[in-house]
């Protein structure tokens, strides 16, 4: 399957994020990925539900929502009125992601769930059943803009193994990538089972069109 490109509207010029909404749909990416800070789970505070509905009305690409929230139970359903493509929420963040995980699925949405650069995969090993879509993080979630930890390969490594575990039982999930993503090591990236592949300053800082195609292996 064709690499999916989620273009983090978090390294837009925030002023103007409905231009920057337009931008990534003409520059034909898969996603507009939103990243909600809460200023608790990172120190950072960023967008809530009405930004996001606000941003969804000015483009037709799904959303693909990635919570760095301290109180996802509370801030998950915010989004449900939106019919986002994946909710995403941190797995450092809840004590009982599996009631989580299958309230967003009742609503027709995939299920993301992602870990930390400091948190290990075979955390995810009993919830596979429950998710769509692990989220691994290759920087400190909080900021764009940060160099790739480059320890992220062996965890990468790491979740294929998880995922090839899981298709022998029956269930399978979606590899998204977040944190430092560019043409550097998209390939390899992709390579080794990402499915998903957000960017937001590479992305931004240049042609648009040219580098998600670039990031697709199109170029
Ligand atoms: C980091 C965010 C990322 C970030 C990606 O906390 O979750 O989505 O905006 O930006 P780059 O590609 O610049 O690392
Ligand atoms: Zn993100």
């Known amino acids: 399957m064709a690499t999916l490109i989620s273009p983090s509207i978090?390294?837009?010029?925030?002023?103007?994020?409905?231009a920057a909404a337009k931008q990534i749909e003409e520059a034909h990416a898969d996603y507009v990925h939103i990243d909600v800070m809460d200023g608790h789970f990172v120190p950072a505070l960023t967008f809530g539900e009405q930004i996001t509905a606000a941003?969804?009305?000015?483009?037709?690409?799904?959303?693909?929502?990635?919570?760095?929230?301290?109180?996802?139970?509370?801030e998950v359903p915010k989004y449900f009125a939106l019919n986002p493509a994946i909710i995403t929420f941190h797995y450092e963040a809840t004590n009982a992601p599996i009631r989580l995980l299958e309230e967003i699925r009742s609503h027709k949405i995939k299920a993301g769930i992602s870990i930390n650069p400091r948190t290990p995969v075979s955390a995810l090993k009993d919830l596979v059943r429950y998710f769509d879509v692990v989220l691994l993080m290759t920087v400190e979630p909080g900021f764009y803009g940060q160099k790739f930890i480059?320890?992220?390969?062996?965890?990468?490594?790491a979740l294929e193994h998880l995922k090839a575990a899981a298709k022998s039982a029956g269930h399978t999930f979606q590899i998204e990538i977040d944190g430092g993503v560019s043409d550097t090591n998209a390939a390899k990236l992709v390579a080794e089972g990402a499915d998903i592949l957000v960017s937001g300053s590479y992305l931004f800082k240049g042609n648009m069109k040219e580098r998600v195609q670039s990031l697709k292996g199109n170029k």
Do not use: C, F
């Open 10 to 18: 978090l390294a837009a010029q925030l002023a103007y994020l409905g």
């Open 55 to 74: 941003i969804h009305q000015e483009t037709k690409l799904p959303l693909d929502i990635h919570l760095m929230v301290a109180k996802p139970e509370i």
């Open 150 to 157: 480059e320890a992220s390969w062996e965890r990468l490594s």
